[in-house]
């Protein structure tokens, strides 16, 4: 993974609305490869490469050595954010509860189908041996 840092001159301040002008568009940003099909593409002037081989390697390890290279810190959740991925927690499991209780239903729902078309067709034998 290379990482590019581009370096503000101070007598030229980027806006984040300049910079957002100055971006590519995705048809034209260089493609990804694992196989070095498409290599990254050598920085610009005023802008520094961080390369992290990512191949093989646990993402703990990844993160770590993107820390260390990047002088990035972590951001921890909120307490609000903490609360509202409880409460998305909590959904997936009631979600999950709640498909086997459909899924019970469903197929308790098509056995009775079943029984009754089996029972339809023994009466229809039955009609037509007696006639």
Same mark, same amino acid.
């Given at each position: 993974?290379?990482?590019?840092? #581009? ?6 301040? +980027?806006?984040?609305?300049? &910079?957002?002008? =100055? ?12 196989? =070095?099909?498409?290599? $990254? ?6 802008? #520094? ?6 191949? =093989?390697?646990?993402?703990?390890? +990844?993160?770590?050595?993107?820390? /260390? ?8 959740? &909120? ?11 909590? #959904?997936?499991?009631?979600? &999950? ?8 239903? +469903? ?6 189908? #079943?029984?009754? $078309?089996? /029972? ?5 034998? +039955?009609? /037509?041996? =007696?006639?």
């Amino acid at each position: 993974m290379s990482i590019y840092f #581009r370096k503000a001159s101070s007598s030229d301040p +980027i806006s984040v609305t300049e &910079t957002v002008r =100055n971006m590519l568009p995705l048809a034209q940003q260089p493609h990804s490869s694992a196989t =070095n099909e498409h290599p $990254a593409p050598p920085p610009e002037e005023g802008e #520094r490469v961080v390369t992290i081989d990512m191949k =093989n390697v646990h993402s703990d390890a +990844i993160l770590s050595e993107f820390l /260390a290279k990047t002088g990035a810190t972590l951001v921890h959740p &909120t307490p609000d954010e903490q609360v509202e991925m409880r409460q998305i927690e909590e #959904r997936v499991e009631r979600a &999950t509860v709640d498909r086997s209780i459909v899924k019970k239903f +469903i197929d308790d729902k098509r056995r009775e189908e #079943r029984m009754l $078309a089996l /029972a339809k067709q023994e009466a229809e034998a +039955i009609k /037509a041996a =007696n006639q």
